[in-house]
C-alpha cells in the first residue's frame, strides 16, 4: 500500500512529471510564469529552476538515459510540431525531425541510440497518427 500522496510542487500549472536519470531530480512542464517551460527540482529540496524554454511553449519532454540531452517537442516556427534533441541545460536544439507532419511526444531508448516519436506524417491527410523510429547518433 502507499501513504497519502503529498503536493511537491507549488506552481498551479506543473504537469508531466519526470524522474531525472539518476533520481535526484524532478523534471517538469510549468506554465508558471508565461509558456510552457521544462522546470527541475532537487528531490533534496529547494526552489524550481528552468532548464529549457522555447517563446512557443515546449509540450513535452524526457531526459535521455545518462541525463546529457533532452528529447522533446516543440513548435520552434510557430506551425509545426517537430523533435528536438537539446543538452539537459536547455542549450543547443537540434531538430530531429523537420517535416510539414506534427512530430510529438519522443521516448529515448533504453540505450539512447533511438528516439521513437508519435508522428501525423503518413496520415494521407486524415488525423491517423503512427510511431516512428529514429537513430540518435552524437
Known amino acids: 500500500t502507499g501513504s497519502l500522496a503529498q503536493p511537491f510542487t507549488t506552481g498551479r500549472k506543473d504537469c508531466s512529471p519526470r524522474w531525472s536519470e539518476d533520481g535526484t531530480r524532478l523534471g517538469f512542464i510549468s506554465s508558471r ?17 528552468c532548464i529549457a524554454s522555447h517563446r512557443n511553449g515546449i509540450d513535452s519532454f524526457e531526459w535521455s538515459p545518462d541525463g546529457k540531452k533532452i528529447a ?12 528536438y534533441v ?5 542549450s543547443n536544439w537540434i531538430a ?41 547518433i552524437e
Request: aromatic share 10%; no cysteine.
Open 33 to 49: 510564469d508565461g509558456e510552457a517551460k521544462v522546470f527541475a527540482l532537487s528531490m533534496s529540496g529547494g526552489d524550481a529552476h
Open 72 to 83: 522533446t517537442h516543440s513548435s520552434r516556427d510557430g506551425k509545426k510540431l517537430d523533435v
Open 86 to 90: 537539446l543538452n539537459a541545460d536547455g
Open 96 to 136: 530531429l525531425t523537420n517535416n510539414d507532419a506534427a512530430d510529438i511526444y519522443p521516448v529515448w531508448s533504453r540505450d539512447g541510440k533511438k528516439i521513437i516519436f508519435s508522428s501525423t506524417r503518413n496520415n494521407g491527410g486524415g488525423y491517423d497518427i503512427n510511431v516512428f523510429v529514429a537513430d540518435w
